[in-house]
């Protein structure tokens, strides 16, 4: 294992700013291209502005968890909150699905497109877990020096 992070924040909209650019210095470190940790970074925003909005549905005071393992394969990325929780995740994770009129219903389209896999837990007044892995696929040199 290379390297392993865990961050535990409230439940802020100013604190998924916080949680991309964490998990984007940490992939960082690993043989990922400028363009995976782009994507990387929007699939990390897209869960962990579901905790903040959905899981605690605006309230400031709730804990969300993301916990970051980093190795010579990939990334992985678990993002927990305690917030409401998912009553129906398959249809939740439908493209166009949202409780809010206002919104997209394209978060969990965008995880699960821009990662390798995508596995979603949940339970009705208890929370939920959104874990992401996604793998190293270039195995060229890295034209950047990693800090
Ligand atoms: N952490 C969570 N806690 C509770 N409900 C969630 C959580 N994450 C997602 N959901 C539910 O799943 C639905 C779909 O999530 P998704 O991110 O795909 O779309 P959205 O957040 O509604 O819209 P967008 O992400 O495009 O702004 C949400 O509308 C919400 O009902
Ligand atoms: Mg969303």
């Known amino acids: 294992m290379?390297?392993?992070?865990?961050?535990?924040?409230l439940s802020l909209?100013?604190?998924?700013?916080?949680?991309?650019?964490?998990?984007?210095?940490?992939?960082?470190?690993?043989r990922f291209t400028l363009s995976d940790i782009e994507e990387i970074k929007v699939a990390v925003s897209e869960a962990v502005s579901?905790?903040?909005?959905h899981g605690y549905q605006g309230r400031a005071d709730g804990w969300i968890q993301v916990?970051?393992?980093?190795?010579?394969?990939?990334?992985?990325?678990?993002?927990e909150d305690w917030g409401v929780g998912i009553a129906d995740i398959q249809k939740?994770?439908?493209?166009?699905?949202?409780?809010?009129?206002?919104r997209m219903g394209l978060g969990f389209v965008f995880m699960e497109s821009f990662m390798h896999g995508l596995e979603?837990?949940?339970?009705?007044?208890?929370?939920?877990?959104?874990?992401?892995?996604?793998?190293?696929?270039?195995?060229g040199e890295?034209?950047?020096?990693?800090?």
């Not at 290379?2 to 924040?9: G, I, K, P």
């Not at 991309?20 to 992939?27: D, E, G, H, T």
């Not at 979603?120 to 195995?139: D, N």
Request: glycine residues 8%.
């Open 2 to 9: 290379l390297n392993r992070v865990q961050l535990r924040f």
């Open 13 to 30: 909209a100013d604190n998924v700013g916080l949680a991309r650019i964490a998990v984007a210095q940490l992939a960082g470190q690993a």
């Open 50 to 53: 579901n905790a903040v909005i």
């Open 67 to 79: 916990d970051v393992t980093l190795d010579e394969a990939g990334i992985e990325i678990l993002v």
């Open 92 to 102: 939740a994770r439908e493209p166009g699905h949202s409780a809010d009129p206002e």
């Open 120 to 139: 979603v837990e949940s339970a009705l007044g208890e929370g939920t877990r959104v874990h992401m892995r996604r793998f190293v696929t270039w195995s």
């Open 142 to 147: 890295l034209s950047r020096d990693v800090q």
